[in-house]
């Protein structure tokens, strides 16, 4: 496979001015079902049409996506956003997030109460509506992520969550694996081989990355959890991709990044990144192996590795 990015095809604009939507979507990290719904039913976007009914966007349409996509950031609802746009229009102005009811807050209830009542129906009308209006890193951060989280809290003092906690686990995975298999093949981009370092048991975290990838349009091999290093390599050799992307929040095995990664680096011709905690507590010790620290965060992560295979292209 060639060297490419997703966000490599921007030619069209070049000479007329106008992005397609797949271009707006690599540029932004929106996804075009999220972008409709802001056209269709909040008028944030008006994007002009071709003879044929394909959308295109300006430079300008692109600066307010990711003007939206800073209120979403600070936690301010899609329908809260379209407001603020328009008095940003007329007048610079501050804003305070604790001056807007927290939608996510709304969220989360919502989905916990289906939780404990372990209902699939309305916990996947819950977070399919989030799915449709933000993006996946957002809905991630926000509102799954912090549910995870709770659960970890409440372990100790709460032993029948533990039902709970794998009842929304299973969900996830199986949510998440479905709409990743659906993304994947539509998506004509770079293949990231993604899976979990050694000793890391938890997958979550690799999924939400996958599912945040395959949204700018890359393509995604999951290896899963608890991957050995040194088979990498062999699987490379059959399925060639661009990048190698590990995932781990656990303590790393003792010589894992001091040993295994440095030979997987020396084993590949293509660049291997590094994510979640452990990367952040163990990015000397990563770079000094030849590999990438992406850090724990998705979208900052998705960023490098666009830099890195863009460079590399």
Request: proline share 6%; charged share 20%.
């Amino acid at each position: 496979m060639g060297k490419s990015s997703p966000h490599s095809a921007q030619s069209p604009a070049a000479t007329t001015g106008r992005y397609p939507i797949r271009t707006v979507c690599s540029l932004t990290g929106v996804n075009p079902v999220t972008l409709r719904a802001w056209e269709r039913r909040y008028n944030l976007i008006t994007p002009q049409r071709t003879a044929k009914g394909h959308r295109l966007y300006t430079q300008m349409d692109i600066d307010r996506i990711h003007r939206v996509l800073a209120l979403l950031d600070q936690g301010i609802s899609i329908g809260q956003a379209g407001k603020l746009l328009e008095q940003e229009s007329s007048a610079n102005i501050q804003l305070q997030e604790s001056e807007y009811p927290d939608i996510w807050q709304h969220y989360r209830e919502r989905m916990e109460a289906s939780i404990r009542r372990f209902d699939e129906t309305t916990l996947d009308a819950i977070y399919n509506d989030a799915l449709s209006l933000y993006p996946v890193d957002v809905v991630n951060s926000r509102l799954t992520t912090p549910i995870l989280r709770n659960f970890g809290d409440r372990w100790k003092e709460e032993p029948v969550t533990i039902a709970e906690e794998h009842f929304f686990s299973v969900y996830l995975r199986n949510k998440l694996g479905s709409r990743i298999h659906h993304l994947n093949q539509r998506n004509s981009g770079p293949l990231l081989l993604l899976c979990c370092l050694p000793g890391e048991f938890h997958e979550i975290g690799m999924l939400f990355f996958a599912l945040a990838a395959v949204d700018r349009w890359y393509r995604v091999l999951l290896l899963g959890a608890n991957m050995p290093l040194d088979q990498i390599p062999e699987v490379i050799e059959q399925q060639p991709c661009e990048a190698i992307i590990l995932s781990g929040s656990a303590r790393p095995a003792r010589g894992l990044f001091q040993d295994a990664l440095p030979q997987l680096v020396r084993n590949t011709s293509i660049p291997v990144f590094v994510g979640g905690g452990v990367a952040e507590r163990n990015r000397e010790t990563i770079e000094n192996a030849g590999a990438i620290c992406a850090g724990k965060d998705i979208k900052p992560a998705l960023g490098i590795i666009d830099k890195t295979l863009s460079a590399a292209a």
